[in-house]
């Protein structure tokens, strides 16, 4: 699965809507029972109205009354694999299992993967809401 959301990433970036910054990120998400849902960051002249692909896909996904998730690519032009801001971190967080593989993707396609732990740790949840 890994090589299908990578690939998918990478192949989204080119739909992404970046007149600003002309930074494409591209992001394919897939559920426990194998949807794939894609992002791309969406820029807007109000620059705090845009959304970042990450949440693009996350949110695709919640829309479409997905709950479970079973990993993430992530892909841009970057020397480095991209690593996601720190808001789309903490939606991950949200809905991703600790344990979920997070790939992280370079424009020479070399692919770090993280979990969901190791890419936010300690961070907050819906049980800091209830404890």
């Known amino acids: 699965m890994k090589d299908t959301l990578v690939k998918q990433a990478i192949h989204t970036m080119k739909h ?3 007149p600003y910054s002309n930074f494409a990120v591209g992001a394919a998400l897939v559920t426990t029972d194998g949807n794939i849902y894609t992002g791309v960051n969406i820029e807007n002249a109000a620059y705090g109205s845009s959304c970042c692909a990450e949440r693009v896909a996350i949110f695709s996904a919640i829309a479409n009354g ?7 690519a992530v892909s841009a032009h970057t020397k480095r694999p991209v690593p996601p801001c720190g808001a789309c971190r903490q939606v991950m ?4 299992k600790k344990d979920m593989p997070i790939y992280l993707v370079s424009e020479s396609e070399e ?21």
């Open 16 to 18: 992404a809507y970046i």
């Open 66 to 72: 997905e709950r479970e998730f079973a990993g993430l």
């Open 93 to 96: 967080s949200e809905f991703f």
């Open 111 to 131: 692919v770090y993967t993280f979990s969901m732990e190791k890419l936010l740790p300690f961070s907050f949840s819906p049980t800091d809401l209830t404890d």
